[in-house]
């Protein structure tokens, strides 16, 4: 992953690697849901790739949104994304721009190689490159010891709320 020849490298995802992001995502999701014993229908499933491929086709035209991938040969193997946002400025960070690393996925049988650390990397290094100080995301626990190796850790403070 460091660049060496023949491995497999970081590059940054593009229109036409849309489907398997999208594809990801929604692995993504189907695994940690059926870890937790949360129930989803395919007809969810369709909805949220049909969300996601619309979301990554506009933030990439716009700008706010980055995603990378790994390949090994012509299969992607892993990916993942950050998105740019607007939020409030705290008194660490004055900023209002913050980022969202989102969608980390590696194949079943490519983890535990580096890929997804190589993703984050490329994510963090983009953040930097933006002048982005806050970046958030929301960690499987397969995922979370990628994360800490980072520099994430937990936010005691945060709560979500789901409106119907």
């Known amino acids: 992953m460091d660049g060496m020849i023949g491995e497999p490298a970081v590059a940054q995802a593009g229109d036409v690697d849309i489907p398997t992001l999208a594809r990801h995502h929604r692995l993504m999701f189907e695994e940690i849901w059926a870890k937790k014993g949360f129930p989803y229908t395919e007809e969810n499933m369709q909805a949220l790739s ?3 491929i619309r979301k990554l086709r506009e933030g ?3 700008g706010d949104c980055r995603a990378w991938v790994v390949r090994t040969g012509d299969r992607i193997v ?8 607007t939020y409030v400025p705290v008194p660490y960070d004055p ?4 980022a969202f690393v989102h969608s980390i996925y590696t194949e079943k049988e490519d983890r535990h190689r580096g890929y997804a650390d190589g993703v984050v990397k490329a994510a963090l290094q983009f953040c930097k490159g933006k002048g982005i100080h806050r970046v958030y995301l929301f960690a499987s626990e397969d995922g979370r010891p990628v ?10 403070n945060t709560m979500l709320a789901f409106l119907k």
């Open 78 to 85: 892993a990916s993942g994304a950050v998105s740019l946002v």
């Open 50 to 52: 049909e969300e996601y």
């Open 60 to 62: 990439f035209r716009a």
């Open 95 to 98: 900023s209002c721009r913050i």
């Open 147 to 156: 994360y800490v190796k980072n520099g994430f850790g937990p936010v005691d």
